[in-house]
């Protein structure tokens, strides 16, 4: 079995592999778009022989952890024929998919797991809550009868300077939204194949986007694919143009983060509400990544020994500065009781803000000091992330 890069006259045996592995054979748009990102995505395959058993995509993507935008590796389609399962197939494209984001600069990646366990054994990690929510009618919320400046368009209509205003709007708010993914043109090209249904409205203030929502109605359900406002007063616009809609809609369906507070100014917050964990992430590179990363008050320098099975390059004793210096120590520290000991998926998991530094705590060395609990604690940026792009 040779596990390499598949070849463009391959292609069309990544399509197969992924319609008979995947519950909905792709058709039309959604085609188009899958060829896409085989053809710009890095794709390799498990060969057996002049076949394609088993595949993997790393989508060359982005990911903002607490303000810094890092190139990230989002990993998708992976499949493998079922005559070919439990061969370590999976694991060989597990691991050279590593060593090709290190060597190509993505340094941090994430992807959406069929089991939770097999990616984390790989050194992924959850790192968001979804809440999921289905208002009815009677529950809409209520923020007055105010006359707000709204300017509508549509995939199928677009108005190209209100597009063009939302994508730097998205963009702007990514890099301060923690765990956010900046949106290039291909990405809202992807959107527009994959949701060619989506309506867009932003609303205005001062002449200037402070809000918007990607949207879809369907059988009296408005169906929310994107809401993202800069404050209260534009969150509070998006919703009094969602509810313009009450006469054509019965409920209203859409994702948030878990840690967002959902309804908590609603006049009827007492709705359905599910809780999903299904997005994971892994530092590829943690050397690379630490010498990016915005470090908090750091008042004595920090020392942190990685274990990860799967990626040896990061299996390092580190040390960061007072100001932020990251530079990798002899190994044999590691029983100092200075150092604190994660395995990648945890510190990875903290690093991004997912768990705080008392929670990471529970898997670290159990010999680590009150000093050095208290330092870490300042360092880490508040924050935690949500990530809602799906790939």
């Known amino acids: ?20 592995c995947f519950p909905n054979k792709y058709a039309g748009t959604r085609r188009e ?32 952890v607490h303000g ?28 050279q998919s590593l060593k090709e984001m290190r060597e190509n600069g993505q340094f941090i990646s994430v992807l959406a797991p069929f089991s939770v366990s097999f990616y984390r054994y790989f050194g992924w990690e959850l790192f968001f809550e979804k809440l999921h929510y289905s208002i009815p009618n009677e529950a809409f919320p209520n923020f007055g009868h105010q006359v707000d400046v709204v300017k509508r368009m549509s995939f199928e209509w677009p108005e190209e300077v209100v597009f063009q205003e939302i994508q730097q709007f998205f963009n702007e708010q990514a890099i301060k939204n923690n765990g956010s993914m900046k949106r290039d043109g291909a990405w809202w090209q992807r959107l527009a194949r994959r949701e060619p249904n989506s309506h867009l409205a932003a609303y205005y203030r001062d002449h200037q986007i402070a809000g918007y929502v990607r949207y879809e109605i369907s059988n009296l359900t408005f169906l929310i694919k994107d809401f993202v406002a800069e404050d ?60 990016r990363y915005p470090w908090g008050d750091i008042r004595q320098p920090l020392y942190v020994y990685i274990k990860d099975t799967f990626g040896p390059w990061n299996e390092n004793l580190y040390k960061i500065n007072k100001n932020g210096h990251v530079e990798e120590m002899d190994e044999n520290l590691v029983e100092d009781k200075h150092i604190l000991a994660l395995p990648i998926h945890v510190f990875s998991a903290m690093m991004v803000g997912y768990l705080t530094v008392n929670d990471t705590l529970r898997y ?3 010999g680590v000091t009150k000093e050095v609990i208290d330092n870490w604690q300042g360092t880490i940026p508040s924050g935690r992330p949500a990530f809602y792009e799906y790939f």
């Open 364 to 366: 670290a060395n159990g």
């Open 68 to 95: 810094v935008s890092y190139e990230m590796g989002g990993i998708g389609f992976v499949a493998t024929y079922p005559e070919h399962r439990n061969q370590g197939i999976m694991k060989k494209l597990m691991l």
């Open 232 to 291: 209260s007063v534009a969150e509070q616009a998006i919703w009094r143009f969602i509810t313009s809609h009450t006469a054509s809609v019965k409920t209203i369906e859409g994702v948030t983060s878990n840690n967002s507070h959902f309804g908590f100014h609603f006049e009827q917050p007492q709705f359905k509400q599910e809780i999903t964990k299904d997005v994971m992430v892994r530092i590829v590179y943690v050397f690379e990544f630490l010498k």
């Open 33 to 64: 778009d899958f060829h896409y990102w085989v053809e710009h995505s890095l794709t390799l395959g498990a060969y057996n022989e002049e076949k394609v058993v088993g595949q993997l995509l790393v989508l060359p993507l982005n990911m903002t």
């Open 1 to 20: 079995m040779e596990i390499k890069l598949i070849s463009p006259e391959d292609y069309q045996q990544v399509h197969r592999l992924r319609d008979y």
